[in-house]
């Protein structure tokens, strides 16, 4: 069974950054596709980012595009997303999401929260 474990998440003020980690139990080339999707309350979960596991596809959101980046340590089997100049709205609760298809997994989420 494929576990993702998020962390990094916290409190931070308007314009800070934090950086997210998305470790899998097993090597992200077995994946065709890793990515970020997002949570607000009282909302539905939404893409953020993704990367393809050839790595010739990376994508954004148009609401982070410029802010946040998707990265990958192999070696870690871990998915990273460096958040800069974070906004009220960004506020949730971030999900790793992996696809192996036709399976589709994601981890605990964690809790990402900006302050005005």
């Known amino acids: 069974q494929v576990q993702l474990v998020e962390s990094g998440g916290g409190l931070v003020q308007t314009g800070g950054s934090l950086r997210l980690s998305c470790a899998a139990s097993?090597?992200?080339?077995?994946?065709?596709?890793m990515g970020w999707y997002r949570q607000a309350p009282g909302k539905q979960r939404e893409y953020v980012a993704h990367?393809?596991?050839?790595?010739?596809?990376?994508n954004y959101s148009d609401s982070v595009k410029g802010r946040f980046t998707i990265s990958r340590d192999n070696a870690k089997n871990t998915v990273y997303l460096q958040m800069n100049n974070l906004k009220p709205e960004d506020t949730a609760v971030y999900y790793c999401?992996?696809?192996?298809?036709?399976?589709?997994?994601w981890g605990q989420g964690t809790q990402v929260t900006v302050s005005s």
């Open positions: 990367f393809t596991s050839s790595g010739g596809t990376i």
């Open positions: 097993e090597s992200i080339f077995r994946f065709n596709r």
């Open positions: 999401n992996a696809i192996q298809i036709p399976r589709n997994y």
